[in-house]
C-alpha cells in the first residue's frame, strides 16, 4: 500500500509570518494562494503546507497519486482501496471517503495520540 506524496500541514496563525520565517529555512513558495491563506513550501524534497484558519492542529498529509511535485502518477493505490485496508485492520476514520465514487476523495483518521491524518486524494 503507497500513501502518496508525504507533507506536514501546519496550522499557523499568521501565514505571511510564517512564510517568511520558512523562506528563511530555505523553503521556496511552490504553490498555493497566499490570499486564500494557504501555501505549500518546498526545501528540496521536503515539503510543507502553510493553512491558516483551515485546520485545528497540524496534521500529516498523504497524496495518494502524486509524486513529491504534485505531479500524476502513473500507478497509485486509490484512496477507496487505501481506506479498505485501514478498516480491515481495525482503524477508525474521523472522516472516511465515498466507496461509490473515482477520482478525488479524502479520509482522516488519528493517530494514537490524538494526531490528524488526512489523505487527501487529488487524481
Known amino acids: 500500500?503507497?500513501?502518496?506524496?508525504?507533507s506536514v500541514s501546519l496550522a499557523v496563525k499568521d501565514i505571511k509570518a510564517s512564510k517568511a520565517f520558512y523562506?528563511?529555512?530555505?523553503?521556496a513558495e511552490?504553490?498555493?494562494?497566499?490570499?486564500?491563506?494557504w501555501l505549500i513550501m518546498k526545501n528540496g524534497p521536503h515539503v510543507i503546507g502553510l493553512f491558516q484558519g483551515m485546520f485545528?492542529?497540524?496534521?500529516l498529509t498523504f497524496n495518494p497519486g502524486w509524486d513529491g511535485?504534485?505531479?500524476?502518477l502513473k500507478e497509485f493505490t486509490d484512496i477507496?482501496?487505501?481506506?479498505?485496508?485501514?478498516?480491515?485492520?481495525?482503524?477508525?476514520?474521523?472522516m472516511e471517503a465515498?466507496?461509490?465514487?473515482?477520482?478525488?476523495?479524502?479520509?482522516m483518521l488519528m493517530?494514537?495520540?490524538?494526531?490528524?491524518?488526512?489523505?487527501?486524494?487529488h487524481v
Open 1 to 6: 500500500m503507497n500513501l502518496g506524496a508525504f
Open 23 to 27: 523562506e528563511k529555512l530555505g523553503f
Open 30 to 37: 511552490f504553490h498555493g494562494n497566499i490570499d486564500q491563506n
Open 56 to 59: 485545528d492542529k497540524n496534521t
Open 69 to 72: 511535485s504534485a505531479q500524476p
Open 80 to 94: 477507496r482501496e487505501i481506506q479498505r485496508h485501514l478498516k480491515e485492520h481495525g482503524l477508525d476514520l474521523a
Open 98 to 107: 465515498d466507496e461509490s465514487t473515482t477520482g478525488p476523495a479524502s479520509l
Open 111 to 121: 493517530d494514537p495520540d490524538g494526531n490528524p491524518i488526512l489523505l487527501d486524494q
